[in-house]
C-alpha cells in the first residue's frame, strides 16, 4: 500500500513539474512549487513508514530466531547455539 502510494505520489510530482512550465504567471508557478514541495515531504513521510516497518519486520524475525533457539536449549534437543 504505501509503495503504491508513493508511487502515485511520484506521478502526481512528474505532473506537477510538467505544469510549472506551461503555468501563465509567477503566481500560479508558486503554487505549483508549494503543492510539490506538499508532494515531497508526503512522498518522504511514506518511505520513512516503509523504513520503519522493515526495521520492526527484522526485529520480529530476530526475536523468533532468539525464542527458537531458547526452546531448542530447553528441550535439550540439539547442540548449543554457536556464542552460548
Given at each position: 500500500?504505501?509503495?503504491r502510494?508513493?508511487?502515485?505520489?511520484?506521478?502526481?510530482?512528474?505532473?506537477?513539474?510538467?505544469?510549472?512550465?506551461?503555468?501563465?504567471?509567477?503566481?500560479?508557478?508558486?503554487?505549483?512549487?508549494?503543492?510539490?514541495?506538499?508532494?515531497?515531504?508526503?512522498?518522504?513521510?511514506?518511505?520513512?513508514?516503509?523504513?520503519?516497518?522493515?526495521?520492526?519486520?527484522?526485529?520480529?524475525?530476530?526475536?523468533?530466531?532468539?525464542?527458537?533457539?531458547?526452546?531448542?536449549?530447553?528441550?535439550?534437543?540439539?547442540p548449543?547455539?554457536?556464542?552460548?
Amino acid at each position: 500500500m504505501a509503495y503504491r502510494t508513493s508511487s502515485q505520489r511520484f506521478n502526481d510530482i512528474q505532473v506537477l513539474l510538467n505544469r510549472v512550465n506551461t503555468a501563465p504567471d509567477a503566481k500560479d508557478i508558486a503554487d505549483l512549487q508549494a503543492r510539490i514541495q506538499a508532494e515531497q515531504v508526503m512522498m518522504q513521510n511514506e518511505a520513512n513508514k516503509l523504513q520503519a516497518l522493515a526495521l520492526l519486520m527484522a526485529a520480529q524475525r530476530d526475536l523468533q530466531d532468539q525464542q527458537a533457539k531458547e526452546i531448542r536449549m530447553n528441550s535439550g534437543k540439539g547442540p548449543m547455539p554457536k556464542g552460548w
